[in-house]
């Protein structure tokens, strides 16, 4: 029997890798994104949702922009927390499963050792708080959720880490990078690849997988860390990078959200439901860097 999957998000970095992923063959799956979607409307996300009749909703949507988000929270928990919310009536009504994705900033970093799921709820940011309101606004509407909290989330696509040390890289000689915060780099082809495979289980008849699970890169690094395995795999390639790469505190980078010091997921409840576990997150990065930079240094041979 086809299942009819619909994706919230068609232009995100998850999304994008959701669009290009190995689907089952006997899914159907529609992307919606603005202007057809708008979670600043949600008596209009939840219409939209009931008349489509997915059997399952995947919310790829998302106010990512941690730091914009201390000034402009009202657009933060529209996005975050409402939109969500409106998806989680909606599937109650139509009987359809919802996968949706949070945040280690939630949690506020402060623990020794990896968080689980069961940890106590301490945002830090707006962002934070934005994400773990709708986390909790879904778990109050709907018992047939799957929330995936993940982090550190880059890809080929978009704004992210991976990205804007490789433009740093080629044009700084001096890079400081925050060597104080921990956490796994997530690829988010590896968040699509599992989600595929939370929605074939789900399609199959699973009843027994609902809940909240962590879904992280395999390892943890810090920021210098991760950055410099990222310049490692650029000089690789053939990029330049810059000549001294320096850890710093969090003191010396400051910024308008404060980031928790620790963010590293137990992901074994994930792995014990469903058997899903992220590849190591260098191998990860290895084949993210292989789209990003060996097609620019084809072109420049060109």
Request: hydrophobic fraction near 45%; aromatic fraction near 8%.
């Amino acid at each position: 029997m086809s299942s009819s999957i619909l994706v919230i998000g068609r232009v995100g970095q998850v999304a994008h890798e959701l669009r290009r992923g190995a689907w089952p063959a006997d899914f159907t799956v529609n992307f919606l994104e603005r202007p057809e979607i708008d979670f600043t409307r949600p008596t209009e996300v939840r219409d939209i949702v009931i008349a489509a009749r997915p059997r399952i909703v995947v919310n790829a949507a998302a106010y990512t922009a941690v730091d914009a988000a201390e000034s402009d929270p009202g657009m933060a928990f529209a996005v975050n927390r409402d939109g969500p919310a409106a998806l989680a009536e909606a599937c109650r009504e139509i009987g359809a499963a919802l996968i949706h994705y949070s945040t280690d900033y939630v949690y506020d970093g402060t623990k020794t050792g990896a968080h689980v799921e069961s940890d106590p709820i301490r945002p830090l940011s707006i962002y934070g708080a934005s994400k773990a309101e709708g986390d909790a606004a879904i778990c109050t509407r709907l018992d047939r959720h799957v929330i995936l909290r993940t982090s550190w989330v880059y890809s080929a696509t978009g704004h992210n880490f991976v990205k804007t040390m490789l433009r740093l890289g080629a044009e700084r000689d001096r890079l400081g990078i925050v060597d104080d915060q921990l956490g796994a780099p997530t690829a988010a082809a590896d968040i699509a690849a599992a989600t595929i495979a939370v929605c074939a289980a789900l399609a199959a008849g699973r009843e027994d997988g609902f809940g909240t699970f962590h879904f992280t890169g395999s390892g943890a690094t810090t920021w210098y860390g991760f950055a410099r395995e990222i310049f490692a795999g650029a000089v690789a390639r053939g990029r330049k990078t810059p000549r001294i790469v320096e850890p710093i505190a969090t003191e010396a980078y400051p910024t308008p959200a404060i980031r928790p010091r620790n963010s590293v997921l137990d992901c074994s409840k994930l792995a014990r439901s469903y058997g899903i576990a992220a590849p190591p997150w260098q191998a990860s990065l290895a084949a993210c860097l292989d789209e990003l930079v060996e097609p620019a240094a084809a072109a420049a041979v060109r």
